[in-house]
């Protein structure tokens, strides 16, 4: 509820449904509509050698392109596996559906994909950003196991992926060469949303703003064993590494609902988070006189360590 006690229209459920349902809300996370649950999972297969007008419901007849896929697997929950090659497509992450790379195109399984050898990747072509999440819901759509590169976001938007009002899981994908223009992530960007950012190498970004790697603004992320390296931005080259400097020991979640941060070999730094939790500074800027000294000052993000 707002302020005043209503649920405003464009509001979600967890799983994507609107919160009004017949003029009412219902108590908790979900809203029913009166439709059956179904908990059949289906899976839909992609290839490059594949067509739209198959069903991906083997890989025989696997779908040509992601999109069609993710558009086939939203409509009841499930999965998209796909086969190893270059897909050169802009898609939006959708609810209930699940994107997982690093396929041969023979496994029956899920755990027999290997994203490691088998290189599935997702090339924006500089045409805009390579993967949008419009998904409502916390962890309610994911992508895995991907290479996404070669993203140009615009107007705030992140080159690789942009979360808006979407809290997609992001793991085990490879996000570089992409880049960013005004306030904008050049690897991940994300607006309002709750995102789980894992086991990701996010390198060679570029952001016209702060963030090269990564920018959350009016968001509380999850961030942790990740590499994130070599990324550039507005201040200067910004070498993040998360994976030496906050990972290899203990776990960090990054809380706040503001979060934001430049490190790097530059002359300049700031961070911002606002968080009621004690503990927390709010704002933080200053001079580097020696960048390669205090390469590792101002990253200004606390979290906790468990």
Same mark, same amino acid.
């Given at each position: 509820?707002?302020?005043?006690?209503?649920?405003?229209?464009?509001?979600?459920?967890?799983?994507?449904?609107?919160?009004?349902?017949n003029?009412?809300?219902d108590?908790?996370?979900?809203?029913?509509?009166?439709?059956?649950?179904?908990?059949?999972?289906?899976?839909?297969?992609?290839?490059?050698?594949g067509?739209?007008?198959?069903?991906?419901?083997?890989?025989?007849?696997?779908?040509r392109?992601?999109?069609?896929?993710?558009?086939?697997?939203?409509?009841?929950?499930?999965?998209?596996?796909?086969?190893?090659?270059?897909?050169?497509?802009?898609?939006?992450?959708?609810?209930?559906?699940?994107?997982?790379?690093?396929?041969?195109?023979?496994?029956?399984?899920?755990?027999?994909?290997?994203?490691?050898?088998?290189?599935?990747?997702?090339?924006?072509?500089?045409?805009?950003?390579?993967?949008?999440?419009?998904a409502?819901?916390?962890?309610?759509?994911?992508?895995?196991?991907?290479?996404?590169?070669?993203?140009?976001?615009?107007?705030?938007?992140?080159?690789?992926?942009?979360?808006?009002?979407?809290?997609?899981?992001?793991?085990?994908?490879?996000?570089?060469?992409?880049?960013?223009? !005004?306030?904008? &992530? +050049? =690897? #991940?960007? /994300?607006?309002?949303?709750?995102?789980? %950012?894992? *086991? $990701? @190498?996010i390198?060679?970004?570029?952001? !016209?703003?702060? &963030? +090269? =790697? #990564?920018? /959350?603004?009016?968001?509380s992320?999850? %961030?942790? *064993? $990740? @590499?994130?390296?070599?990324?550039?931005?507005?201040?200067?080259?910004?070498?993040?590494n998360?994976?030496?400097?906050?990972?290899?020991?203990?776990?960090?979640?990054?809380?706040?609902?503001?979060?934001?941060?430049?490190?790097?070999?530059?002359?300049?730094?700031?961070s911002?988070?606002?968080?009621?939790?004690?503990?927390?500074?709010?704002?933080?800027?200053?001079?580097?006189?020696?960048?390669?000294?205090?390469?590792?000052?101002?990253?200004?993000?606390?979290?906790t360590?468990e």
């Open positions: 509820m707002d302020a005043n006690g209503a649920a405003q229209p464009d509001w979600f459920d967890v799983d994507g449904q609107s919160r009004i349902q003029a009412t809300v108590v908790g996370a979900d809203e029913f509509d009166g439709t059956a649950i179904s908990h059949t999972a289906i899976v839909i297969r992609v290839s490059p050698s067509n739209d007008a198959n069903t991906g419901s083997d890989w025989a007849l696997a779908k392109t992601i999109q069609a896929a993710i558009d086939a697997a939203t409509t009841s929950g499930g999965e998209v596996w796909i086969a190893a090659g270059t897909y050169n497509e802009r898609i939006t992450l959708k609810s209930r559906a699940f994107l997982y790379g690093g396929f041969a195109g023979t496994e029956s399984a899920r755990e027999e994909r290997d994203w490691a050898l088998r290189t599935t990747i997702l090339d924006g072509n500089a045409l805009g950003t390579v993967v949008r999440a419009l409502p819901g916390y962890g309610s759509s994911g992508i895995d196991g991907l290479t996404i590169r070669n993203g140009k976001g615009n107007d705030g938007i992140g080159g690789g992926i942009y979360c808006s009002k979407s809290s997609p899981v992001i793991s085990n994908n490879i996000i570089t060469g992409n880049s960013g223009v !005004g306030n904008a &992530g +050049g =690897g #991940i960007s /994300c607006f309002g949303s709750s995102p789980r %950012i894992t *086991n $990701n @190498t390198t060679v970004n570029n952001s !016209g703003s702060s &963030g +090269g =790697g #990564i920018a /959350c603004y009016n968001s992320a999850m %961030i942790f *064993n $990740n @590499t994130i390296s070599a990324n550039t931005s507005a201040h200067g080259f910004e070498y993040v998360l994976q030496a400097g906050l990972d290899v020991r203990s776990r960090s979640e990054i809380y706040g609902v503001f979060v934001s941060w430049s490190l790097g070999k530059y002359t300049k730094y700031s911002s988070v606002e968080s009621d939790l004690p503990g927390f500074s709010k704002e933080e800027s200053g001079s580097i006189e020696d960048p390669q000294t205090h390469s590792w000052l101002g990253i200004g993000v606390r979290g360590f």
